[in-house]
C-alpha cells in the first residue's frame, strides 16, 4: 500500500503536539530545547511531504532554511543554557525568573 | 513710483542691531558700537532726506514711492505685503524720525558711557528704529502692525533695562501689558477694515499686483456717517474708526490707558526722549491721519477722539504741576501734548496734529536730553527738590533747555508756539464737533496756562533757585560733548523750526506768498470731508471775518502763555518747594485705583478660579487621572508577566489555538 499524504501530516502533527506538550510541562531547559528541535522538524515534515504531494521544490527550499535556522538557534541557545548553568547551577528553567518585577 | 532704496531706510538700523548684538557683545569697544550705531541711523536719515526731496521724490512728488520687497501674506482676497510706501505724510515723519532719532543716539553714546550694557542698549536702540520706520513706511495695515507690536517690545525691553531694579522691570512689564489692550483695539479695526473693504493696503501697488482699491480709497465715495451714538457698533467707518482709536490711545498714552508712559521713566533717558516722546507715542497720531480718510466719515469717531484728547490734555498737564521727579514731569506733559495731537485729529486738523507731532519731537526731545544732561551732571539724581542753581554749572544745558521751556510754553516766534496755535485756531474753528468747539479751545487753553506753570517750575527748581544739593558729595558738571552737540542741534530746531508752519495771517504782513510749508506739503496727502453744495462760498466769505478772530486767538495764546510763566515764575521763584495739592502728587490715585478696580480682582480671580478650581482640578485633575487609569491597568497586565518561560510559551500556545479555531470556525482554512 502507497504511503498517502495524510499519514505524514498525521506523522507530523503528532511530533508537533509531543513537542509542543514537552515546552510546556519540562523543567529542564535541555528537554525543552529538545522539545523545539521537535517541533521544527515537525514542520519540516510537513514542507517535505506536501513538496513531494505538489511536485513543487518550493517546500523543500523551505526546509532548509528552517534547518539553517534552527542550526542558529541552537548555537545560541546552547550558549544561553551553558550561561545560565555556570550562574545558577541549575538547568531548572523556572530558576531562571528574576526579570519578572 | 518704484524705489529699492527705501528698504535701506528701514534695514540699515536692522543691520547695526544685528551687528552690535553679536559682534559689539564679544569687542566691547563703545567707540565701535557707538560708531555702528550712529552710523546706521545717518545712513537712514541721508537716504530719507535724498528721497524726500530729490526731483519728484516724496514731498514733492504727487506719486509716492513705493518698494515692494515682497509678498507676504496672500490668503485668499486677503493681500499684505512686505511692502513700504513713502508719500508726503510718511515722508515728514520718516525725516524727523531719523533725524531726532540719529541725534538722540549721538546723546546716548555720552550718556551710557560705563555701561556694562553698552551694546545691548544700542542693540535695541537700532532695532527700534528698524521698528519705528516700518511702522511708518509700512504701505499696509499688517506690516504697520508688524513695527507697531515691534517699537512696543523694543519699549519693553528699553525701560527694563535696568532690569535688575524692579521698579523698571515692573514699569516695562505695564508698558507691554497696558500695550496689548490697545493692541486688541488695534487689530480688532483692522479686522473689521478687511472685512468691510476687502482690503488692508493703504496704497495701490499695480507694478505687484494689488488691486486698484485699497482700504482706504474704499471710504472715498460712501457717504458720511451720521452723527450718533447707535453708528458705533453698526460695523461701519465709525466703528473701524474707534477700534482704531482705540490703539492709538495705548501707544499714545490717552486717557484710560496713559498710565504706563509716566512710569517708562524708569528706562535710561536716552530712552524716554526718543521713544516716550519724539516718535513711539506719536504713532498714534501718525495711525490717525493715515486713516483720515476713514476718521471724515465717522464724525462721532472724531468727536470721541477730540474729547479724549482735550481731557487727556487738561488732566495730565493738572498732575504735571506737582510732580518732584524731573523727568515725571516731562512725561505727564508728554501725555498732555498728545492730547493737544489727538484734539487736533478729532477737529479734523490733521495737518495740525502732525505739525506739533514734529515740533513736539523737537522741543520735548530737547528737553529730555536736557534733563538727561542734568542728570548725568548730578550723578543720577533725578529729584528737582534736591537741585536748583544749577545754571551757572551747566551753561550749555541750561541755554537749550531755555530754549525748550519758551517752545513748549508757546511764547511767540518758538517752534511750539505755531503749532499750539494752529491746533487752538483750528479748534476754535471746527465745524464737525457741533456746539462744543469753543469748550474744546478753553480747555486746550487751560491746558495751555497749566503747560507754562510746569514747566516754569521745573526750570525754575532745576536751575535758579538755592542750590539744594548735598556739595559735599555732588559735584554738578557740564555734559562732554556728545551729548551737548544733540542738545544745541535741537534747541536751534525748537527756535526756527516753527517756520515750516506760519499761519497765513501772520505770513501775509510780509509777502503774499503762502509760506506755510508744512501745510502745502502735508495737504494732498490727508483726507478731505466731502463738501456740501454752497459751503464753498460761505466758506470763502468767512474767511475775511475770520482772520481777525485768528489774529485775536494768537494774541490770546501769547497772553496766555505768557501769564503761565509769569504765574509760575512769581510762585516758585521764592518758594521752590511749595507743596502741591497731595491729590495732585498722588497723581489722582489712578493707579491706585485701577490697582483696585482691575488687578486685584484680576489676580485674585486668577489664584482662586483659574489656578486652584481650573489649573488644579480640572487641567491637573484630568492628567492625573489618565496617570491613574494607565497605572491601574499596568497593575493588573503584571500578572501576565510571572517570568515563568513555561508560561509564557503556554500563552503563546493558548494564542496559536485561539487564532487557528477562530480561522477553522470563520472557514479560512476549507480549501
Redesign the interface.
Known amino acids: 500500500m502507497e504511503p498517502q499524504l495524510s499519514w505524514y501530516l498525521a506523522l507530523s502533527a503528532v511530533l508537533f503536539t509531543i513537542g509542543v506538550t514537552g515546552v510546556i510541562i519540562k523543567r529542564n531547559v535541555i528537554a525543552m530545547f529538545m522539545c523545539i528541535e521537535l517541533m521544527l522538524n515537525a514542520v519540516n515534515l510537513t514542507f517535505v511531504a506536501f513538496a513531494s504531494f505538489f511536485q513543487d521544490v518550493t517546500g523543500q527550499l523551505f526546509v532548509f532554511i528552517v534547518m539553517t535556522v534552527a542550526a542558529a538557534e541552537a548555537a545560541v541557545g546552547l550558549g544561553i543554557i551553558i550561561a545560565i548553568f555556570r550562574n545558577r547551577e541549575s538547568l531548572d528553567v523556572d530558576d531562571a525568573s528574576i526579570l519578572k518585577l | 513710483m518704484e524705489t529699492n532704496l527705501l528698504s535701506l531706510i528701514i534695514f540699515a538700523p536692522l543691520a547695526g542691531a544685528v551687528i552690535n548684538w553679536f559682534a559689539g557683545r564679544r569687542v566691547r569697544n563703545e567707540r565701535f558700537i557707538g560708531i555702528v550705531a550712529c552710523s546706521s541711523v545717518a545712513i537712514s536719515t541721508l537716504v530719507a532726506f535724498y528721497l524726500a526731496f530729490k526731483p519728484h521724490g516724496a514731498l514733492r512728488g504727487e506719486e509716492p514711492l513705493l518698494d515692494h520687497i515682497w509678498t507676504w501674506l496672500q490668503v485668499g482676497t486677503l493681500r499684505a505685503d512686505f511692502g513700504l510706501a513713502m508719500d508726503r505724510l510718511s515722508g515728514t515723519y520718516a525725516l524727523f524720525v531719523t533725524f531726532v532719532g540719529f541725534l538722540i543716539h549721538v546723546f546716548a553714546v555720552g550718556y551710557m558711557h560705563g555701561e556694562a550694557g553698552f551694546y545691548r542698549f544700542f542693540s535695541y536702540l537700532n532695532l527700534f528704529m528698524f521698528a519705528m520706520l516700518t511702522l511708518v513706511l509700512a504701505d499696509n495695515f499688517v506690516l504697520m502692525f508688524v513695527g507697531w507690536e515691534g517699537v512696543g517690545l523694543c519699549s519693553y525691553l528699553l525701560i527694563g533695562y535696568y532690569f535688575d531694579k524692579k521698579e523698571a522691570a515692573d514699569a516695562a512689564k505695564k508698558a507691554f501689558i497696558t500695550n496689548r489692550i490697545g493692541d486688541w483695539g488695534f487689530m480688532l479695526g483692522v479686522m473689521l477694515t478687511f472685512f468691510v473693504t476687502g482690503s488692508v493696503s493703504f496704497f495701490a501697488n499695480p507694478a505687484a499686483g494689488e488691486a486698484a482699491q485699497t482700504a482706504l480709497s474704499f471710504f472715498r465715495n460712501q457717504p458720511v456717517e451720521p452723527f450718533t451714538l447707535g453708528v458705533i457698533t453698526a460695523g461701519g467707518a465709525t466703528s473701524i474708526a474707534l477700534l482704531l482709536f482705540i490703539g492709538a490711545a495705548g501707544k499714545s498714552a490717552q486717557i484710560p490707558l496713559y498710565v504706563w508712559l509716566p512710569d517708562a521713566m524708569a528706562g535710561p533717558t536716552p530712552v524716554s526722549a526718543l521713544i516716550h516722546a519724539a516718535t513711539m507715542v506719536t504713532a498714534g497720531v501718525y495711525m490717525i491721519v493715515r486713516c483720515s480718510e476713514i476718521f471724515i466719515h465717522a464724525p462721532t469717531a472724531m468727536f470721541i477722539v477730540a474729547i479724549v484728547g482735550a481731557v487727556t490734555a487738561l488732566f495730565a498737564a493738572t498732575i504735571g504741576l506737582a510732580q518732584n521727579d524731573i523727568k515725571k514731569v516731562l512725561a505727564y506733559s508728554t501725555v498732555s501734548q498728545l492730547g493737544y495731537m489727538f484734539l487736533a485729529c478729532g477737529v479734523g486738523a490733521f495737518v495740525a496734529a502732525i505739525f506739533h507731532v514734529i515740533t513736539h519731537a523737537f522741543f520735548k526731545a530737547l528737553l529730555f536730553l536736557g534733563s538727561g544732561s542734568v542728570i548725568h551732571g548730578m550723578h543720577h539724581e533725578q529729584d528737582m527738590r534736591r537741585m536748583g542753581g544749577l545754571k551757572k554749572y551747566m551753561p550749555i544745558t541750561f541755554a537749550t533747555m531755555f530754549a525748550g521751556w519758551l517752545a513748549i510754553c508757546g511764547i511767540p516766534f518758538f517752534a511750539g508756539f505755531f503749532s499750539k496755535d494752529d491746533i487752538l485756531w483750528k479748534t476754535w474753528s471746527a465745524t464737525g464737533v457741533g456746539p462744543y468747539s469753543k469748550l474744546l479751545w478753553a480747555i486746550g487753553a487751560v491746558t495751555a496756562l497749566l503747560t507754562a506753570i510746569y514747566m516754569t517750575r521745573m526750570m525754575v527748581m532745576t536751575f535758579w533757585s538755592n542750590e539744594r544739593f548735598d556739595k559735599s558729595h555732588v559735584h554738578p558738571h557740564e555734559s562732554p560733548k556728545t551729548m551737548t552737540i544733540p542738545l544745541i542741534v535741537l534747541a536751534v530746531l525748537s527756535t526756527f523750526g516753527g517756520f515750516i508752519g506760519v499761519p497765513h495771517v501772520l505770513s501775509s504782513v510780509f509777502t503774499d506768498r503762502n509760506v506755510n510749508v508744512i501745510e502745502h506739503t502735508l495737504e494732498p496727502a490727508i483726507a478731505h470731508a466731502p463738501l456740501i453744495e454752497g459751503q464753498v462760498e460761505t466758506a470763502a466769505a468767512a474767511e475775511h471775518g475770520e482772520a481777525a478772530a485768528e489774529v485775536a486767538l494768537i494774541v490770546v495764546s501769547t497772553v496766555i502763555a505768557a501769564l503761565g510763566i509769569g504765574i509760575g515764575w512769581t510762585i516758585f521763584k521764592k518758594r521752590p518747594l511749595l507743596a502741591m495739592p497731595r491729590i495732585l502728587e498722588n497723581k489722582y490715585y489712578v493707579d491706585e485705583i485701577y490697582d483696585a478696580a482691575l488687578i486685584q480682582p484680576i489676580v485674585a480671580g486668577s489664584r482662586e478660579g483659574l489656578w486652584k478650581i481650573f489649573d488644579i482640578g480640572v487641567i491637573d485633575g484630568l492628567l492625573h487621572s489618565i496617570g491613574q487609569a494607565v497605572t491601574e491597568l499596568g497593575r493588573l497586565g503584571?500578572y501576565l508577566?510571572?517570568?515563568?518561560?513555561?508560561g509564557y510559551?503556554?500563552i503563546i500556545?493558548f494564542g496559536a489555538l485561539i487564532l487557528i479555531g477562530l480561522f477553522a470556525y470563520l472557514g479560512y482554512l476549507r480549501p
Not at chain 2, 508577566?641 to 513555561?646: H, L
Open positions: 503584571r508577566q510571572a517570568g515563568f518561560v513555561r510559551a503556554a500556545l
